[in-house]
């Protein structure tokens, strides 16, 4: 490391760290080094990531990959933009989950995002409603739900309700510029887009978000 510049010639980070990912650290900080991931996720394997990054090594990590990480390192010294590199890591690292764990009773049980109708709140807790027309109660607050779905397949209708796109069967105009919903499975809750959101919905609706 130069001590004009205190960024280091190389850094090798775990994407998990005890308090949160990583990518916060390039959210809050300029990070003009060149980085070689470390994980034991491959969810995290963004193809535009891979082709323009160091790279992506996951655990264990052997010998012989990271050789090879170190040499492309040395091979590319000074030819990549590595701002751009973290602001599309930043951009494209949302995960998006297959399956939510839920317990019920003694017992876990894995269910598929695109098995979900639609996410809602009840009594101060957070379920999951399937279209097999069974709930689950999930240990995420729906601000955090939202962040780990696809915003083309889910949209958060209200402070209450999150809903799969499939799950919509009718929509009416309410009251108070509200739109209701009636889903294509019975419901435990009311299920309505407030007004503050409809023109928001209406555009996502029509595939313009």
Known sequence: MSLVDPQPDLILMDIHLADGSCFDIFKQTEVKS????????????????????IDYLLKPVKKE???ISLQKWENTKGRIDFTSIMEQMIQQ??????????????????????????????????????????????????DKI???????CFFRCNRGIII??????QMFTHFKGRIKIEAVIPSPVELYVSS??????KA???GKV
């Open 146 to 152: 939202m962040e780990m779905l696809d915003s083309k």
């Open 93 to 142: 690292a949302k995960p998006n989950p297959q399956r939510f764990v839920v317990k019920y009773g003694q017992y876990l049980k894995a269910i598929d995002a695109a098995d979900i109708a639609f996410f809602y709140s009840k009594d101060k807790a957070i379920y999951i409603h399937c279209f097999d027309k069974q709930s689950y109660p999930v240990d995420f607050s729906l």
């Open 34 to 53: 060149p980085v070689i991931f470390i994980t034991a996720y491959d969810q995290y394997a963004i193809q535009a990531f891979k082709v323009n990054s």
């Open 204 to 206: 996502w609706l029509a």
């Open 196 to 201: 503050d959101r409809a023109q928001a919905f």
């Open 164 to 169: 799969n796109y499939k799950a919509i069967g």
């Open 65 to 67: 990959e990271l050789a």
